[in-house]
C-alpha cells in the first residue's frame, strides 16, 4: 500500500450485540456497523488504512474493536478504553499486539458514570509510560484548563477528539485555551464537523483547522467519525432500542477537510504521514 494512502484517524466498528455484549450503562443502542460497510463508505477517497477508536457503548470490553483490528491486519490501529486495573502489562501487550497504539478517555458520552478527569488521566500516564502510546481525550471545552496545568508534565502525547469539541458557537476563551492546548504540544483530530455544527459552519471550521495547522503542521490529523452515531446533545436516545446512525456523506466530509489545506506537502501530512507517525503505521 502506498505510504501516501489517506489515514481516517476516527471511525467506530459496531458488531452484532448477540458476539460483542454492550455495556449496560450505555446512553442508547447503536445500529451495527461492519468494517465492509466502512469500506464502502469510503470507497471514492484514496483512504486505505484507519483508526478504530473503543466507543463509549462497550464500555471497557474491547473485544469488538480487537476483533476488527486482527481482521483488517496492518491497515490498521485502534484506541482503546480501559480501567486502571486493567493496565497490566500482559493486557497491554495484547493490545499492543492487535494494533492498539492509545487509550481513549471520554468525558462526554458517559457524563455520569465517568471518572474525574485528572484521576483517569494520572492513572493512564503511570500504566503507560514507556509503551510509545498516546492518550486521546475528548471532553468539555471546560477541562482544556485542567488539561493545559498536567500538559507539562504528562509523558504521552495528547490527542484531542473532534476539534477539542468546540462549536462555531464557543467563546472566545474555549478558542483561546483550546490552541494554548496546541501550542503546548497537543494533537488536534480535525474531525466531528457534522456533529460539532451544521453546514452553514464550513468556512468557521476551515478557518479553525487553517489556524491549529499553522500553530502544529505536525500533530494535525483527519477522521470521518463514521458510522456518524447520534448527536451527545440528543436527549431522546434510549438503550431500549437500536438508534440508527445520522446518514452523513462520509466521502463529502473528506473532500471538505481535504480543501482546507492549499499547501500539498501540508495536506499530505494532515491526511497521511502525520498519522502514520502517531500511529505507528511505520513499523508494518
Known amino acids: 500500500m502506498s505510504p501516501d494512502a489517506a489515514i481516517d484517524c476516527h471511525l467506530h466498528i459496531i458488531g452484532a450485540p448477540a458476539q460483542y455484549p454492550l455495556d449496560p ?60 486495573s486493567d493496565m497490566t502489562d500482559g493486557a497491554l501487550q495484547v493490545l499492543h499486539e492487535a494494533g492498539v497504539r492509545g487509550i481513549r478517555i471520554n468525558t462526554l458520552s458517559n457524563r455520569s458514570g465517568a471518572r474525574p478527569l485528572a484521576d483517569a488521566l494520572g492513572d493512564i500516564v503511570d500504566a503507560l509510560k514507556g509503551s510509545g502510546w498516546h492518550i486521546q481525550v475528548l471532553c468539555d471545552p471546560q477541562d482544556f484548563a485542567l488539561l493545559t496545568e498536567i500538559q507539562d508534565k504528562r509523558a504521552l502525547p495528547l490527542v484531542l477528539d473532534h476539534f477539542g469539541f468546540l462549536t462555531p458557537n464557543a467563546s472566545p476563551d474555549d478558542r483561546a485555551g483550546l490552541l494554548r492546548l496546541v501550542d503546548g504540544g497537543a494533537w488536534i483530530k480535525l474531525s466531528g464537523t457534522d456533529r460539532l455544527g451544521g453546514a452553514q459552519s464550513g468556512p468557521w471550521f476551515r478557518d479553525l483547522a487553517t489556524e ?51 499547501d500539498d506537502d501540508l495536506r499530505r501530512r494532515f491526511l497521511s504521514g502525520n498519522a502514520s507517525a502517531l500511529y505507528d503505521f511505520q513499523s508494518d
Not at 457503548?57 to 482503546?80: I, K, P, Q
Not at 431500549?240 to 466530509?253: C, G, N, Q
Open 25 to 84: 450503562k450505555r446512553r442508547y443502542t447503536p445500529a451495527e456497523a461492519s468494517a465492509p460497510d466502512y469500506w464502502k463508505a469510503v470507497a471514492n477517497t484514496p483512504v486505505g488504512r484507519i483508526v478504530i477508536v473503543q466507543p463509549s457503548f462497550y464500555g471497557t470490553d474491547n473485544s469488538c474493536l480487537v476483533d476488527a483490528l486482527r481482521e483488517a491486519g496492518g491497515r490498521a490501529r485502534g484506541v482503546a478504553v480501559l480501567d486502571a
Open 212 to 262: 491549529i495547522g499553522a500553530r502544529a503542521p505536525d500533530r494535525i490529523v483527519w477522521g470521518s467519525d463514521w458510522p456518524h452515531t447520534p448527536l451527545h446533545s440528543d436527549v431522546t436516545l434510549s438503550a431500549a432500542v437500536p438508534v440508527p446512525s445520522r446518514k452523513i456523506d462520509t466521502v463529502a466530509l473528506f473532500r471538505t477537510a481535504a480543501g482546507w489545506f492549499k
